[in-house]
């Protein structure tokens, strides 16, 4: 499972009835003011939940959560952002975050992951479309649209860890090239170099 920002995830759970909260407890010296959850890439359409405070770094909320993987935000009460990642399954309504660290190369607070690179089309005379597709490929399947400029490409990697990162270049046929394993780290940005889309 990936782990961002330094977070060791530790879950705990028994059955989830209709109706019961999720409560997520955060450890540590931190003092935690806000959290939102984020739905997994297979629900992009649904808003982030903001978490309501329980008690001592405890947050929780009523709403249905579908099985995936979501991105817990949390800001502390000096306004450093944290972040981590939470496998929700229906069958679990208790989740613990153990002491937290920002990412070291985070400058003191978390720094999404970013891929770049620079893409050309391998057709003599050809140009690159107004908008081009990557597809990242890993415990999930998250896709990004990013318009090109100046032959580069710079998106929000969906998470740590290696993923299998595929560009196209939409048309008919479209173009495209595969990075089999790239290994993205939080708070850095992960350069694939030049890609040509063939």
């Not at 947050?59 to 979501?70: H, I, K, P, S, V």
């Not at 107004?130 to 100046?150: K, L, M, S, T, W």
């Not at 479209?174 to 063939?198: H, M, S």
Request: glycine share 10%; net charge neutral; charged share 25%.
């Amino acid at each position: 499972m990936a782990l961002a920002a330094g977070f060791l995830l530790l879950v705990a759970g028994c059955d989830l009835r209709p109706g019961t909260a999720s409560i997520f407890r955060i450890g540590g010296k931190r003092v935690i003011n806000h959290v939102t959850l984020h739905p997994p890439s297979s629900d992009e359409n649904r808003k982030p939940i903001k978490l309501r405070f329980s008690d001592d770094n405890t947050f929780q909320t009523n709403d249905y959560l579908t099985a995936g993987r979501y991105r817990l935000v949390m800001r502390t009460e000096e306004g450093m952002t944290l972040d981590a990642e939470v496998d929700v399954t229906p069958e679990k309504w208790y989740y613990k975050i153990a002491e937290a660290e920002p990412s070291s190369s985070s400058g003191g607070g978390m720094i999404n992951p970013k891929v770049s690179a620079g893409i050309s089309i391998g057709d003599k005379g050809a140009t690159l479309p107004p908008q081009i597709i990557v597809v990242f490929i890993g415990n999930d399947v998250v896709v990004r649209r990013v318009a090109p400029e100046e032959g580069r490409i710079r998106v929000d990697a969906p998470g740590t860890g290696l993923w299998r990162v595929e560009i196209v270049a939409p048309g008919n046929p479209p173009q495209t090239a595969t990075v089999e394993a790239a290994k993205i780290t939080a708070g850095a940005e992960t350069n694939l170099g030049e890609v040509v889309l063939r």
